[in-house]
């Protein structure tokens, strides 16, 4: 059982940043992936950005068009924990964001074996 701890999130005016961290603590694997999904209020829980890990090193990176060139995701594999930079945010980027874990080197939500708790990121303009 893998448990996800996050931090980060807020409230920013359009233009801002923010910083999102997640920890995870358990068992994972040599090959996995952790990311971030986000879910706004009566829409569906999407997938933002993932980062797979193969035998210790960082591999391919995933992101979602409507992020591409604002949002930065990195991990740190011997500390298990991922971050997601998000500059230039939107109010359209308003959601609750969740750390996602899952094995393998996909991270959709059939995927996805670990949930964090959420975190609320509310872009005003």
């Known amino acids: 059982q893998v448990r996800l701890v996050e931090s980060g999130g807020g409230q920013v005016q359009a233009g801002g940043s923010l910083n999102l961290s997640c920890s995870a603590d358990?068992?994972?694997?040599?090959?996995?992936?952790m990311g971030w999904f986000r879910q706004p209020p009566g829409e569906e829980r999407r997938l933002v950005s993932s980062i797979t890990r193969i035998q210790g090193n960082t591999g391919n990176t995933y992101y979602a068009d409507s992020v591409k060139g604002r949002f930065t995701i990195s991990r740190d594999n011997a500390k298990n924990t991922v971050t997601l930079q998000m500059n230039n945010l939107k109010p359209e980027d308003t959601a609750i964001y969740y750390c996602?874990?899952?094995?393998?080197?996909?991270?959709?939500?059939?995927?996805?074996?670990?949930w964090g708790q959420g975190t609320q990121v509310t872009v005003s303009s």
């Open positions: 358990g068992r994972t694997s040599r090959i996995d992936t």
């Open positions: 996602a874990w899952g094995l393998g080197i996909r991270l959709s939500v059939k995927d996805v074996v670990s």
